[in-house]
């Protein structure tokens, strides 16, 4: 990465108010148009704006500085940085390493079995596959199927349980609700416990007879009761 000016309009504003440099000058090392710095100068530019000191951020040196008013032919050049900043790396595929490699089929069955609910391109961030090889599995089509046994990829040392729980969860959201479970039964109503039990003197059906000889019954088990 080539080393670029931090703030080139904030830097060529301290410079048109801190410095002698012409505005070719400041133009060429803030990478401005000179009509740009011009109207920085005039005040109808980048109002609001505060300078960046470049010599405080180590971009430039008082002595190129000096050296640059008293020639105005002088170019600035941009030093170079005393701290590299790491470029952030893109994501992409997981790497897996060599050693490891034979074992993804196995940990992509697994998680087929174990978590459905997991995309295609979640599988791939957890193991470093491809969208072929994951529809080979879960068609039962991949050339090894057959010998394929369903390993955790954390045991496998492919992922981290880290990496998984947050797939996971990540996919668990987009799973549709549970229903509702049924409501438990309530107590049946007193009104209908006692037309299901059988009143021995209220069956229209029987004659009168019957009725006299079920009423006397009752009253001899009451007898019964109290000579006990």
Known sequence: ????????????????????????????????????????????????????DPVSTGQLSRDDIKAAEADPTKRLKLLD????????????????????????????????R???????????????TTKTTIA????????????????????????????LDFEVAKAAKYLPAAPEAPAEDTLVPASETQEAVVNPLADENKSADEVFKNFASLGEGSNGDDKS
């Open 1 to 52: 990465m080539a080393n670029q000016l931090l703030m080139p309009k904030a830097t060529a504003v301290w410079l048109v108010d801190n410095t002698a440099l012409t505005f070719e000058q400041i133009a060429n090392f803030c990478s401005l148009h000179h009509l740009e710095v011009k109207s920085i100068a005039d005040g109808d530019s980048a109002q609001g704006i505060k300078g960046l």
């Open 81 to 112: 940085p005393k701290v590299r900043v790491p470029e952030l790396k893109k994501k992409g595929p997981r790497y897996t390493p060599v050693s490891r490699r034979q074992d993804r089929p196995s940990a992509i069955l697994w998680l087929v």
């Open 114 to 128: 174990s978590h459905p609910e997991l995309k295609d391109a979640q599988i791939i961030r957890l193991v470093g």
């Open 136 to 163: 080979a599995i879960r068609d039962r089509t991949h050339w090894n199927i057959n010998n394929l046994q369903p390993l955790d990829p954390v045991t496998l040392g492919i992922c981290s349980q880290i990496d």
